[in-house]
């Protein structure tokens, strides 16, 4: 945890949303968890296909983190990334007391639908399954193509992508 994340999170608590966005976006190459934090603020400001990109972008590298955060079910860990993906889901549920208390219910809402979204689940789950399959194949080949697939759903630009076809689908239309 660096100074920077801790800083987002307490401006998120604080409400200061442009404040918690760029404390978050300063870290979010090094530290994508951050996505989390950036996604609710960025919501906050009114600019939800941001927040969709960027809280999907989180979810892809923390795959448990976010099935805590949306309040899905999540997938049993089994593998050393996968404790520690859901232990960093529970620091950020204690980093963030008072905005989960306070979170309006349009956000509540919004957050909901995006966990409940067929392709965010589907994507969450393949990016379990990546990881997963990531220490277990020996094969050349499918241990090269499982990391090639898993780096591809780890980065922004797949996220921005995903974003768009994900705000086609009615779900997110008013």
Not at 118 to 130: G, K, M, S
Request: one cysteine or more; glycine letters at 2%.
């Amino acid at each position: 945890m660096t100074a920077q994340s801790l800083r987002a999170a307490a401006y998120l608590n604080l409400h200061y949303w442009d404040l918690s966005l760029k404390a978050a976006l300063a870290q979010i190459e090094l530290a994508p968890s951050a996505g989390f934090i950036a996604g609710y603020a960025v919501y906050e400001l009114n600019r939800e296909k941001e927040a969709v990109e960027l809280f999907l972008h989180a979810a892809l590298n923390y795959p448990h983190t976010a099935c805590i955060l949306l309040e899905r079910k999540e997938p049993k860990s089994l593998c050393n990334s996968e404790v520690e993906d859901h232990n960093l889901g529970i620091e950020m549920c204690r980093m963030l007391p008072r905005f989960f208390q306070m979170q309006s219910k349009q956000s509540r809402k919004f957050f909901k639908k995006l966990g409940e979204n067929l392709t965010v689940r589907a994507l969450i789950d393949e990016a379990v399954e990546c990881t997963r399959s990531h220490s277990h194949l020996r094969a050349v080949d499918a241990h090269s193509n499982n990391f090639k697939r898993w780096h591809e759903l780890q980065s922004r630009e797949f996220a921005a992508k995903k974003t768009a076809e994900i705000f086609k689908d009615s779900f997110f239309k008013a």
